[in-house]
DNA sequence: TCTCTAAGTCAGCGACTGCTTACATACCCG
DNA sequence: CGGGTATGTAAGCAGTCGCTGACTTAGAGA
């Protein structure tokens, strides 16, 4: 690799301009062209990282103009929190509280399914974002919001009671099971390592069951 | 944050210019310059990640003149490939095979040892340098098999045989071990999230046990 | 049809990036 | 002491970065 040119596709081959839901972009849709906007900035930043993405990148793979990035977002790190914020927005609605109060099964299952294929259509990449930073200070707020909101809602389908000081210890389980989903992420997307690179649902749904059971149960 | 006018500490507020076991650089010593660069760019690299570090910063924080990064290691990424062949070392030396072909154990209290604090003086942050990429293909294949090779290390000391296909899930095993503890220090370090960021070794090696233990013997 | 505004385009600035080149200095050996 | 080489320094180049301001164009309301 000589210099810093590396263009393009650090990591990825670069998104294939978007080939989502979303309806053809025709004409003027100031709407639809801050979504496209951030539907892909958030695969660039969760994918290379904040510094690696350049507003350039992101504009080419939403077929939009690079000035527009600036004027609906600010900056490129209005962006990134714009990014942020619609992570953490999905991830609120998508781990929607349990039927009943400690429903560990249901939301164990869920978890799986998001570190080898994510509910929505997206892949499991997008949790990455979760772990990346831009150095701006709100961004960093939400990202950290977001993961405790997460630590607690998962901690609650267990059974604690922030009223209830002796299940206080099911939080600190409850991040031990984050940071195992989104290290499995990592390793599987980001480094490519092998075995875990390449297993199945199958093949991972046993141990991670058998892992979060541990932590939640035992 | 206005423009990319961020100069230097994004996320760390810089290493204090290294209060290492280095005595004093005085002089010429090609060695020694070598070897800050590696252990500044290290820390940087690791805490920042590839592209948000700048080579100047890099020879700034070793007291040593940025031309010399070129000199000594052709590139950045030729810096960045020393650092990873150099966490590749330190990792397998302190790892060294157990005195039992199968002492989970040991191996156990090593690994939360090395989440809450590195063996050696220096950081758990270092350990992040496995997630980091540079783009560059070689540093990129150094790390994959840093990791492959510690899970087989891992692996082993839990009864695995490369000879013996039904212990061939005990590799999936231990990668999904290295993914919690990785994912515990990004928790932690990078992103600050409470409980697990302030937790001490005390409130994370109980649960940590008895997860490593039911991945391996459950 | 005309007009006014929102949406999008374009060229380019200043700052910073990694790296090179030409030069200065300290150390070793005869 | 005097060269010769290894080490360190200073200045700057070419390229990319995020961002700006002046511009054009599409589309809805009169």
């Known amino acids: 690799m000589s210099n810093q040119t590396e263009s393009s596709a650090e990591i990825t081959p670069a998104p294939a301009h978007e080939a989502d839901d979303e309806p053809i972009r025709s004409g003027r849709d100031a709407e639809a062209t801050r979504r496209a906007l951030v539907r892909a900035a958030r695969r660039r930043f969760a994918t290379d990282g904040y510094r690696a993405t350049t507003v350039r990148q992101i504009a080419a793979d939403a077929g939009v103009n690079v000035a527009l ?48 294929n994510a509910p929505n ?10 772990l990346r930073s831009s150095g701006d200070e709100n961004a ?13 809602k998962l901690a609650a389908a267990a059974g604690w009671n922030a009223d209830d000081p002796t299940t ?34 199958d093949e991972l749904a046993g141990p991670l069951n058998q892992l979060f059971r541990t932590l939640f149960e035992g």
């Open 69 to 116: 990035i600036n004027r609906y977002f600010v900056s490129k790190d209005g962006l990134f929190e714009a990014c942020m914020a619609r992570t953490s927005d999905e991830l609120d609605t998508q781990t929607e509280a349990p039927t009943r109060p400690t429903d560990i099964d249901g939301v164990i299952d869920r978890l799986i399914a998001h570190v080898v």
């Open 121 to 130: 259509g997206d892949d499991p990449l997008q949790l990455l974002l979760l």
């Open 168 to 201: 206080a210890p099911l939080l600190l389980r409850a991040q031990l099971a984050i940071a195992t989903m989104l290290g499995v992420v990592m390793l599987r997307a980001s480094a490519g390592v092998e075995p875990v690179a390449s297993a199945g649902h």
């Open 140 to 152: 960093d707020r939400i990202r950290r919001n977001t993961l405790e909101h997460f630590t607690e």
